[in-house]
């Protein structure tokens, strides 16, 4: 038997990462940058157990379907095979995060399998290949293996294409970016599927490609500055634009809820009411708005008139992935 746990804290792209040019690899078409938040995280447990005649996956105390557990296999299949194992595993995730509801369980679901793997084989991997391995399961993982600021940088190969942290000075420690639930259900179109059929069949993701490495080059820059307002308007615009993608996808889709719309609108009245903020939203229609720590409590006071506040979620900068040899699993 070999056991291993990790946790890993969900990131949300400031610059979006939409589009693959190799599915099998995961290997972007373009470049992203996200902050890992503290608020959402998940945790992983697996045992290469010999007793074991399948691969078995519990999410949240439920076993999944055979369609969710061949995509964990598929997963355990990489680390099996560098370590020449033949065992099946059990892998039990629990997700402080709502799943599939376009609030990042990916990107801590697949960071923490592949901890959780690396744990139990010992693989030893640097930051950078724990990185390239979370890659493997979903793209935006690999930006979870590290705290605050990452980019993930496209590359071209499995080599080449991994997250680092971006050098920030801790500016991120003067960040929130709190969420406004619009709705925390299961979405109806996958961040992968959404992504691909963007990719297939947008007239308009050409245009999405064209400005995307002007936008991180900018975005690295304002960190870069500390300028708040000018990585808060890139962030928002560039989220925009791939939103836009999916209205030209055939069949177009969006995201985005009447209440999303509503939630937009209102983060542009505080703006044009002096209040510095601004928003992004990911494969479902939750909005996340960037804001100063300095300024999180009078944003939410103005949201008050109009939101519940228990819609309401704030999070500050999170750390990076923990790996957790088994023993010390009750600890935590
Ligand atoms: P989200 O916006 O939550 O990231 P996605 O559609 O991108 O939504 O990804 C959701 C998928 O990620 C789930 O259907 C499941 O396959 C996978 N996932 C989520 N949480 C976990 C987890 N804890 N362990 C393994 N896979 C997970
Ligand atoms: C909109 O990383 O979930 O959140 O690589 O297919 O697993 P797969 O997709 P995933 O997509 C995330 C898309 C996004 C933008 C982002 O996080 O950069």
């Known amino acids: ?45 697996v045992h290469f157990d010999e007793t074991l005649t399948e691969d078995i996956f519990f999410l949240d105390g439920k076993k999944q379907n055979t369609k969710q557990t061949e995509k964990i296999s598929n997963f355990l299949d ?35 399998l592949a901890g959780a793997c690396s744990e139990a ?23 979870s293996i590290f705290g605050g600021f990452a980019e993930w940088q496209k590359g071209d190969s499995d080599q080449t294409s991994f997250a680092q942290m971006i050098p920030s000075d801790n500016w991120e420690d003067e960040l929130a970016m709190l969420f406004v639930l619009v709705d925390d259900g299961v979405k109806d179109i996958s961040s992968r599927d959404g992504m691909k059929r963007t990719v297939d069949t947008s007239c308009f993701y050409s245009g999405w490609l064209e400005n995307v490495e002007p936008d991180l080059a900018a975005a690295k820059q304002a960190i870069k500055e500390k300028d708040f307002n000018k990585l808060g308007a890139i962030t928002e615009a560039n989220g925009l634009r791939m939103h836009g993608t999916t209205l030209a996808a055939v069949p177009p889709f969006t995201y985005w809820s009447p209440e999303s719309l509503q939630v937009m609108q209102l983060v542009r009245s505080a703006r044009q009411a002096g209040l510095p903020c601004y928003f992004t939203m990911d494969a479902g229609p939750n909005v996340k708005i960037l804001v100063e720590k300095k300024n ?37």
Not at 96 to 108: C, D, K, R
Not at 130 to 142: F, M, Q
Request: aromatic residues 8%; proline residues 3%; positive net charge.
């Open 1 to 45: 038997m070999y056991a291993g746990k990790a946790r890993a804290y969900t990131n949300i792209a400031l610059i979006k990462y939409w589009g693959k040019k190799n599915e099998q690899l995961i290997l972007p078409m373009n470049s992203s940058l996200s902050l890992t938040l503290d608020a959402f995280y998940t945790e992983t447990s």
């Open 78 to 112: 990489l680390v099996r095979k560098r370590k020449n194992l033949s065992l099946f595993a059990k892998v039990d995730s629990q997700n402080f995060v709502p799943t599939a509801a376009g609030l990042a369980s990916s990107a801590s679901g697949l960071a923490a």
């Open 296 to 332: 999180l409590t009078a944003l939410k006071h103005f949201l008050a008139d109009h939101l519940s506040e228990q819609k309401l979620i704030t999070a500050y900068a999170g750390p990076g992935i923990t790996l957790m040899p088994i023993e010390r699993l009750e600890e935590l």
């Open 121 to 143: 084989l010992d693989l030893d991997l640097t930051e950078t290949e724990l990185s390239r391995l979370a890659r493997r399961g979903s793209g935006s993982a690999c930006r």
